[in-house]
């Protein structure tokens, strides 16, 4: 589901209305970041829910595979993840400080180390089983990646589709499910974007259609659970970035 953000925050009390799901806000490192004000606007849409605790998870150890795969060379790996990173982190630390001190409590900064458990583990293992069988999940995956390739004027090769991939299949199970931090689970995610993203498409389709029903049992079989709600929350629908898998 996409919303558009703006001032008008009753949009959110629909979403909010039930205690059932809990919100946690998932930041694509290699995306760029909101304006301070949108921001703003996302963090006091979030607050609108009952959680204690709303994480802002930065997805910065996985983002290593797609500069990798772009064909950076380590260093720069390391340096193009640690600078997107930063801009990142310097838009949503400098709008927590806009909020009360009881509300800034609220939010944790969260990194990708945090949330991998061996449930995510073993869920990553399955999908990445299904993945080197070339099934349908094959077939989807590869097409999603061929456009982020091509989006960033690099050179569509097999190699490149498999190594890239990965990606893919490490976030899978949060996508698919959600996350667990401090024993809390967080089954609704709110994804700043600036364009309706291609994963989320696949996302969808692998929920609804019967193809990937074994895939999708063979996941729930490890942690019974629900699927995850993901919000995408469009920061402009005029200025577009480069295409990221989130």
Known sequence: ??????????????????????PFIGISVGSKPP?????INILKWALKSDSNIIPILIADEIAHINYKGLGYSTGKVINQVTNAKEKQLNVWESAIKHFSNNDKLKFKLTYWNEIVSPTFQLQQNIIREDFSKETELYEAIILLVEV???????TVTHKRIVDMSEYVIQELPLLLFGMELENNKYQMMLYPTYYSSEM?????KIRRKSIFSDLITKLIAIEQTNFNKIIQMIVSDNDVNKHSLN
């Open 35 to 39: 304006s301070l004000e949108k921001a």
């Open 148 to 154: 982020f390739i091509k989006s960033n004027g690099k």
């Open 1 to 22: 589901m996409n919303i558009y953000i703006n001032n008008d925050l009753s949009v959110a009390e629909c979403f909010f209305s039930t205690p059932k799901y809990k």
């Open 200 to 204: 989320l498409n696949m996302i969808a």
